[in-house]
């Protein structure tokens, strides 16, 4: 829990220095592309996590890999190697878009499916999301074949579960 409040603290700050040299987008990307690196990456993880290799060299090995990221975007990922941060960067980077979708009106919805739906239906599931939530959604479809057929949609923390497994639980748990 401290580290949300420590993500919360850094994402504020990195959010208000995007905003103003007009590099949000560039900022999220580089954010991105190092917190994954930081996750899939387990040298690049024990680099950064190393007691002994100094900051300084961290902070060139970094610059190097984001040789083509703008220095607004260097001089933020820089910081929180300095300042030791690189190990929450995915609650940075979580606190960072919330603030983006909260300053926008946006809001991000995942919606889970068996299998690929059509354009049309993306565009109908949009429309009743926006109108259930009053914002512009950010739909990030996710494919789960497990769930046989129907969908789960979740809304920050609340989650509507149409899937007929759930359905076949809850048939299962009457009986």
């Given amino acids: 829990m401290e580290e949300t409040g420590v993500a919360i603290r ?29 996750e899939k990456d387990k040298e ?17 090995i970094v610059e190097n890999i984001l040789s083509n990221a703008d220095e607004i ?3 933020i990922i820089d ?6 941060r690189i190990s929450i960067i995915r609650f940075i980077l979580a606190e960072y878009l919330k ?13 889970i499916f068996s299998k690929m739906i059509s354009e049309n239906q993306r565009k109908k599931l949009l429309e009743k999301l926006e109108n259930k939530t009053g914002r512009k959604v950010v739909l990030d479809i996710k494919i789960d074949e497990s769930i046989i057929g129907g969908g789960i949609v979740r809304i920050n923390d609340d989650i509507i579960d149409g899937s007929i497994k759930r359905q076949i639980e809850n048939i299962k748990n009457t009986f």
């Fill in 10 to 38: 850094y994402a504020l700050a990195i959010y208000d220095i995007a905003v103003e040299n007009n590099k949000v987008r560039e900022v999220y990307e580089t954010l991105d592309s190092i917190m994954n690196l930081y």
């Fill in 73 to 75: 975007s260097k001089n």
């Fill in 79 to 84: 910081y929180l190697i300095d300042k030791d």
């Fill in 44 to 60: 690049f993880k024990n680099l950064m996590l190393h007691p002994l290799i100094k900051r300084e060299e961290k902070i060139k």
């Fill in 99 to 111: 603030i983006y979708y909260k300053d926008n009106n946006e809001i991000a919805v995942t919606a």
